[in-house]
């Protein structure tokens, strides 16, 4: 079976700096992938290999056999769908909810053309299964920490995505959100037969249908294997200490 | 209503040039406004400034090397802007000084008669010429073509350039095509505002419209409508005071921009709060 996710020996710096050394890993499709470490650790830098985000210093990424360059960087951005730390939006910013999330098919559609009904028709169906379309209208600087990963997530599934990469999707959110997010994540999962790739730092919080955990610590892999052996507490001692 | 060539040349022409100068700057202010980078344009309309006078020097079109010298900033600025690694403002002080040494060594070198120099730094909007409008006007077809082609994607960068970028959009060559879109609005404008002013005119008009409304395509609008309102009263106060017209239009964008930031419903809701 061709991997999902394919990265061999990739190292990322920034000058000095190096977020990731001479990194790999490979992820079947349909796995469900916790990502953990202390910060810095370069977890966010692992997951922004896989969509291009991060630049590369040295190795390759292949997703679904494909390796990712220049050229095709773009298209395959279209089947991934990025749910980043969460954004910090200006709350007098002139965009509602609705355009937020209809910016996920932008780069589907291509460049000059327009959005059709049928786009909004699906925009309209996920809003409403994450039970925010009674805001579309609101501005979306002035919704709530929960709303806003809400949004992220349906941006992302708006894309029709084949990995799915989440980048501390709990992160600043109180008790009730977590958990909603949570239970959303693992339906996502579940019901569009989607590769995930969460970040966390997080433990308690990788939603039960993770069943793979990669430990980073200091730019590399130290573990990666069954989350049941990852998240006993002496390997989380060690991931942790300083 | 008939204009005799005299009145067509003191009336028409400064006011065409105003009309299409106020629509450019009100669409182009709302893209600088948005994606937060008054200080890039800023250092833009300096290099624009140091370039016109390189022309004067050079003796060749003004304007034209203006172009050249905007877009060389807008390539240089635009990746400075975008650096993670090290402090963008502290690089743009550096490339803004740089334009202004430039400009006043260009016009140290300068012989004879210097008025043209006054000209691209205060703009005189009485003294320009039809090839001028029409330069405006071109430049209002190419930004509102542009505007209505790409017209989710550059609203895609405005909202968020990362989250542009992970769905597909060429969100690199977007911010780059707007960067030089501000660099040609700003060139073509040096005549008219002059190259020390126009930058209030692109960025106080969309900072006004920014105060009242969440919505962009009204947010378009009130800026180009507070950068018509600036430049025709201005216009107005420069012919029955006596002042530099340039000068005029600057006063009447900021005191526009005070009373929506005075009004702002945005600013009056979160106050009550």
């Known amino acids: 079976m061709i991997p999902a996710v394919e990265i061999k020996n990739v190292t990322v710096s920034y000058y000095e700096h ?40 040295s190795g390759t990424v292949r997703l679904f056999g494909e390796t990712v360059n220049r050229r095709n960087i773009r298209r395959i951005r279209t089947q991934i769908g990025y749910v980043p730390q969460q954004l910090t939006v200006d709350p007098r910013v002139p965009f509602d909810l609705q355009e937020a999330v209809l910016l996920g098919v932008y780069g589907k559609i291509g460049l000059g053309r327009s959005i059709t009904a049928q786009h909004r028709q699906k925009a309209q169906e996920l809003m409403a299964y994450f039970r925010i379309d009674q805001l579309k209208h609101r501005p979306v600087g002035q919704i709530s920490g929960g709303e806003m990963q809400k949004v992220a997530l349906a941006r992302a599934l708006l894309q029709e995505p084949k990995i799915l990469l989440l980048d501390e999707p709990t992160v600043n959110l109180d008790r009730r959100s977590i958990t909603e997010i949570i239970r959303l994540i693992e339906e996502i999962y579940r019901r569009f037969n989607l590769t995930v790739v969460m970040v966390t730092h997080q433990i308690d919080y990788l939603p039960g249908v993770c069943n793979r955990v990669v430990l980073v610590k200091e730019a590399k892999i130290i573990w990666d294997g069954e989350k049941e052996a990852g998240v006993k507490p002496e390997r989380l001692d060690e991931l942790f200490s300083g | 209503m008939s204009f005799s060539a005299a009145e067509l040349e003191l009336f028409i022409k400064p006011l065409l040039a105003a009309v299409l100068g106020s629509v450019v700057c009100g669409i182009v202010g709302v893209w600088v406004v948005l994606l937060n980078i008054p200080f890039v344009g800023v250092t833009m309309s300096h290099a624009a400034f140091a370039g016109a006078i390189f022309g004067l020097l050079l003796n060749t079109n003004p304007l034209l090397t203006a172009l050249i010298f905007a877009s060389g900033a807008a390539l240089l600025i635009g990746p400075v802007a975008e650096r993670a690694d090290f402090d963008p403002g502290m690089a743009l002080g550096v490339i803004f000084a740089l334009t202004l040494g430039l400009a006043f060594l260009g016009i140290g070198l300068l012989r004879g008669p210097r008025t043209d120099v006054f000209r691209f730094i205060w703009g005189n909007i009485l003294l320009v010429s039809w090839a001028d409008v029409l330069l405006l006007g071109v430049s209002l077809l190419l930004i509102v073509g542009i505007l209505l082609m790409l017209n989710k994607e550059i609203s895609a960068v405005l909202f968020n350039r990362e989250i542009a970028r992970a769905v597909g959009i060429p969100e690199r060559a977007i911010f780059f095509c707007l960067l030089i879109l501000c660099g040609i609005v700003i060139t073509l404008n040096l005549n008219t505002i002059g190259g020390l002013l126009i930058f209030s005119l692109v960025v106080s008009p969309a900072s006004a419209a920014y105060q009242l409304t969440y919505r962009l395509k009204t947010m378009y609008l009130l800026s180009i409508g507070f950068a018509l309102a600036s430049s025709l009263l201005g216009l107005m106060l420069s012919y029955l005071l006596n002042l530099p017209s340039g000068a005029a239009i600057i006063c009447v964008a900021s005191l526009i921009f005070g009373l929506a930031f005075l009004f702002s419903r945005k600013r009056l809701s979160r106050l009550k709060i």
């Open chain 1, 18 to 57: 190096i977020a990731l050394h001479n990194v790999s890993l490979t992820i079947a499709p349909g796995e469900f992938v916790g990502i953990i470490g202390p910060n810095g650790a370069g977890k966010t830098t692992l997951l922004t290999t896989i969509n291009g985000l991060g630049r590369i210093h």
